[in-house]
């Protein structure tokens, strides 16, 4: 069945039912991502770390064209943008609905290449996108306690070896294979499916709907390494616990996911180099700059900067001293460049930091609290535990985990308002995920899932 904007309201309860009777959710938002716009390479480098691609992302840009016009057609446009602003303002709303009630249901929700998904989703249903990584992540975890990027699983052993392409597309062809078992899909009534055989691909619906068998595929197949096997494995298994809460980061060559609940990655980078050059400079100028190192990759920055790795790092030095007296190019290490940045961003905090206490002192503007905690939802469903940081994994012994119910309660606005006393001042980001957090916390089942699985099966690595 299609939900559309005009049988949205009158169908929104079977939207209600179809939430609470879900093992798990598939989303795709259909975005066209960090590809989007004339250059690919002012989104995506190489060499970013999670922190500046969270930036770039976060940062994309909006052209508005301005024209002249006389007063009686600005009137006119003005009331039109009105108009057309309040229809998407209670279209917003009204989906925000669903949206809140996957959020509260704490059910594991999944997408493929998803960074953009929740991004986005986050951004438009509870609060406008923090400023500063590390409080996206918090926040992102209290809103969404478990995601999972089927991309990156398929990218991970066991899996890893056995599958050439990640692609959505290809990934759904390819789990139809030996040795993966394909899930029979029966449709309700009154529910037409979707026909894989038929594609329908970069339709939002039809992607979420064979993400959600992709995920299934998987999951799977992991069953097949228990003792006894296991040919159904539930979003609800402990087995998938590895691949919760890291989202697969796009052409980044060393960095392969975003851990949304530890630290990132930080892979060693000593055989990489950072040049700047003349504008005019072309690829093959580089390659030229550095024909005596032997094989070399580009990772362009801007027009007059690029990050160049090497085969060896031990060439490193060579190559830094190689520029001691060039006037047309200057090349350093990797960790001199981000020192520098470091002490440029160190700099830009102290003459702005009275403002930022300023900003911290400021009460959290109630029109930001979620939508979710405003109403009922939060007094009849609760969120999950969120998951804890570490190595999470299954004995092959071990029998499937289920999750408890919820229970009900209430928090007043008061005890929403309390911080530490002897806390530092927080951003209005931090605070707002510190706010559904004790959330989160009060209303845990006293029996949620415990983490502490002994003997491990699967794990998604530290360094790749």
């Not at 597309?169 to 009154?190: H, M």
């Not at 939002?204 to 959600?212: E, M, P, R, S």
């Not at 060896?312 to 020192?339: D, F, H, L, W």
Request: a negative charge; aromatic letters at 10%.
């Amino acid at each position: 069945m299609e939900i559309i904007r005009s049988n949205f309201k009158s169908n929104l309860h079977k939207v209600y039912q179809a939430i609470e009777e879900a093992d798990f959710f598939a989303i795709d938002g259909e975005f066209s991502g960090i590809s989007d716009g004339p250059s690919v390479s002012a989104l995506t480098n190489g060499f970013d770390t999670p922190e500046e691609r969270y930036q770039k992302l976060k940062k994309k840009e909006r052209y508005i064209v301005i024209s002249k016009v006389d007063e009686e057609e600005r009137k006119r446009r003005e009331q039109q943008k009105h108009a057309k602003e309040q229809e998407e303002l209670n279209d917003a709303v009204g989906f925000s609905r669903v949206i809140h009630a996957i959020a509260n249901s704490g059910k594991l929700v999944i997408g493929h290449n998803m960074l953009l998904d929740v991004m986005h989703t986050v951004h438009q249903f509870y609060c406008p996108l923090p400023a500063d990584l590390s409080e996206f992540k918090e926040m992102t975890t209290c809103v969404f306690p478990r995601l999972l990027d089927t991309k990156l699983m398929a990218s991970t052993q066991p899996f890893k070896d056995i599958i050439n392409n990640t692609s959505l597309a290809e990934l759904e062809k390819r789990l139809k294979e030996t040795p993966f078992s394909p899930p029979k899909v029966e449709s309700a009534e009154g529910f037409p499916s979707y026909d894989t055989a038929s594609e329908q691909l970069h339709e939002a619906g039809y992607d979420a709907y064979i993400t959600g068998l992709c995920f299934i595929s998987m999951a799977n197949y992991l069953g097949s390494f228990l003792s006894p096997p296991k040919i159904h494995v539930s979003a609800r298994s402990k087995l998938i616990e590895p691949f919760f809460n890291k989202l697969f980061l796009m052409r980044v060559m060393d960095i392969p996911y975003l851990n949304l609940e530890g630290p990132d990655l930080q892979p060693k980078r000593d055989h990489v180099l950072h040049v700047t050059f003349p504008k005019e400079w072309k690829t093959s100028d580089l390659y030229q700059l550095f024909s005596a190192f032997g094989n070399i990759q580009i990772s362009w920055i801007d027009d007059t900067s690029a990050f160049v790795s090497l085969s060896q790092p031990e060439q490193v030095k060579i190559a830094v001293n190689t520029s001691k007296y060039a006037e047309s190019y200057r090349i350093q290490t990797y960790a001199e460049y981000m020192g520098k940045k470091q002490e440029e961003k160190q700099i830009k905090r102290k003459w702005t930091e009275d403002g930022w206490k300023e900003a911290d002192s400021k009460r959290l503007n109630p029109q930001c609290i979620p939508y979710a905690l405003q109403n009922h939802y939060y007094r009849n469903n609760s969120f999950t535990a969120p998951s804890t940081v570490g190595k999470r994994n299954l004995s092959p012994s071990q029998e499937e985990a289920g999750l408890e119910d919820g229970v009900s309660g209430e928090i007043s606005d008061a005890e929403l308002e309390q911080t530490d006393s002897c806390a530092e001042p927080l951003s209005e980001g931090r605070k707002k995920a510190k706010k559904l957090k004790r959330m989160k916390k009060e209303l845990s089942p006293a029996g949620s899932i415990s983490m502490n699985s002994p003997a491990t099966l699967f794990e998604v690595p530290d360094t790749w």
